[in-house]
């Protein structure tokens, strides 16, 4: 079955350090790949997105994404947050062809001490 | 502009009511969805609309229908609420319905009494 895990349910940093938000996969063949972020009452807006090629993906607001095949993992990097990085994060995988059927993580909650 | 806009942002209702949430979207897109988001935040796709046909059915009660009157809109009706369909719904929109980036509506938040 196809399923995502975000292992981290909620995540603390300072603001300026680095973050790395986790994300591993289960899917028959090697899927499309997105990192999305929600914040409070808003809906989701598309941070990164892997397809294919290079398997470092830069997205907007500073943020990027390493795709390693070997470990089934889309983490998601940032080398320095902003008190505005706080909100939810999630990552989802969907099929390389066909109807895009997206499937989600828990999301992983980020917040961001002064 | 606003790319994907829900109607209503809430919606308060009692069990055993029929509602609907309207979804409209101005980006020329080809492909709808309707996403539940339960109370953990786990999101999970419902339907897809792809030129007005129906392309994903996952497993809803037959008390939800969405219905497409054109490429621009995807609304969703709900029949005889249950307390359990208590959740946000999101409308999402692709270009195609194959490897596109999905934009998302800001959420419909629903709570039956």
């Known amino acids: 079955a196809q399923s995502v895990t975000q292992p981290d349910i909620h995540i603390t940093v300072s603001e300026g350090a680095s973050l790395e938000l986790r994300c591993n996969y289960s899917?028959?063949?090697?899927?499309?790949l997105f990192w999305y972020v929600q914040s409070p009452g808003q809906g989701l807006q598309l941070l990164l997105k892997y397809f294919s090629g290079d398997t470092l993906v830069q997205g907007i607001k500073g943020f990027e994404a390493e795709f390693k095949r070997s470990q089934s993992s889309f983490n998601l990097r940032k080398p320095s947050v902003h008190w505005s990085d706080a909100a939810e994060y999630f990552c989802a995988v969907g099929p390389p062809s066909g109807a895009q059927k997206l499937v989600f993580g828990q999301g992983t909650r980020l917040t961001i001490n002064p | 502009d606003t790319a994907v806009s829900q109607t209503p942002k809430y919606l308060v209702t009692q069990m055993g009511n029929d509602k609907s949430i309207k979804c409209e979207q101005n980006l020329g897109h080809d492909t709808m969805y309707w996403y539940k988001q339960d109370s953990k935040k786990f999101l999970k796709i419902m339907f897809s609309y792809n030129n007005k046909e129906l392309i994903i059915n996952e497993t809803v009660p037959n008390r939800f229908s969405p219905k497409s009157p054109d490429k621009a809109h995807l609304n969703l009706h709900i029949n005889s609420l249950e307390l359990g369909d208590s959740a946000v719904y999101f409308c999402a929109s692709s270009q195609g319905y194959s490897a596109d980036t999905q934009y998302f509506g800001p959420g419909t938040r629903l709570t039956v009494l």
């Open positions: 899917y028959g063949a090697t899927p499309y």
